[in-house]
């Protein structure tokens, strides 16, 4: 039986480019998204519904937590793309403010929601060291935004273990547009940079870990570069249910 594909998708590093592309290489890979009923965390008994009713190719979105322990009757292999925390934090606080979903700087900052954005996705408790336990993992996928193209590349090496065949042709997606109100982390006040290097704290101490866990990873994946991946042919009645990369299922539907 085939993997299930699981994408952790962070704001901010280069997640919808990769949704798309993993849209282009699994039919029946679906993204997940939440509405403004049904918020929270993809459980547990949700997963395993799915994957029991339809047995989906992988599942992408915000709203996946390993920390959560998932558990199938099917091995899982998770793919998960990090950006420099710094770097990720004025993205998204540019990015809210072309969406007119943040007003100014201040708005942001008092909102703790951003705060350690990246670590809180494998850690309920903000632990460097239970982060990096999960991520050493074999059937962990490490990407970084700042090598996206070597990352591809070692994404593809990675599915060629599991036997899965990945095109890495890809188009830029979702990036945030320039505009005169731009906040650049490098002409703050000092004392407004301190303040949020303080709120990226256990994310900066990821980061430097995600680093060396990349390094080491891409060493090994190196070695499945040559293998030539099996394709899988799929015609399915879900053509007729994803008909354009971006087809999501929302939460209530799999209640």
């Known amino acids: 039986m085939k993997p299930l594909i699981l994408f952790i998708h962070i704001n901010k590093c280069g997640g919808t480019t990769l949704q798309n592309l993993f849209h282009q290489n699994f039919t029946k890979y679906i993204s997940l998204y939440t509405t403004k009923k049904y918020r929270g965390a993809i459980q547990q008994n949700e997963l395993k519904n799915l994957n029991e009713k339809f047995s989906f190719d992988g599942f992408g979105g915000h709203n996946l937590d390993p920390y959560l322990n998932y558990s199938l009757n099917r091995k899982i292999v998770y793919v998960v793309f990090f950006r ?14 072309t969406r007119n979903t943040t ?6 900052l008092s909102n703790d929601h951003f705060d350690n954005y990246q670590i809180k996705r494998f850690s309920k408790n903000l632990s460097v060291k239970e982060s990096i336990d999960f991520l050493k993992q074999e059937n962990v996928f490490i990407g970084l935004l700042e090598d996206f193209d070597n990352s591809i590349i070692g994404l593809k090496n990675f599915m060629s273990k599991y036997n899965l065949a990945f095109n890495t042709k890809y188009t830029v997606a979702n990036k945030t547009k320039s505009n005169p109100l731009k906040y650049n982390f490098k002409e703050l006040p000092e004392s407004v940079r301190s303040i949020i290097k303080e709120k990226n704290k256990y994310d900066l101490e990821l980061y430097v870990e995600v680093k060396n866990i990349y390094k080491a990873k891409e060493v090994e994946l190196k070695n499945f570069s040559h293998q030539a991946p099996k394709t899988y042919a799929i015609k399915t009645s879900f053509n007729n249910l994803i008909k354009k990369p971006k087809q999501r299922i929302v939460k209530w539907l799999f209640k």
């Not at 420099?84 to 403010?97: D, V």
């Not at 007003?103 to 942001?108: E, G, N, R, V």
């Open 103 to 108: 007003k100014d700087l201040d708005h942001f």
């Open 84 to 97: 420099e925390p710094i770097s990720r934090y004025m993205s998204q606080l540019n990015f809210r403010i």
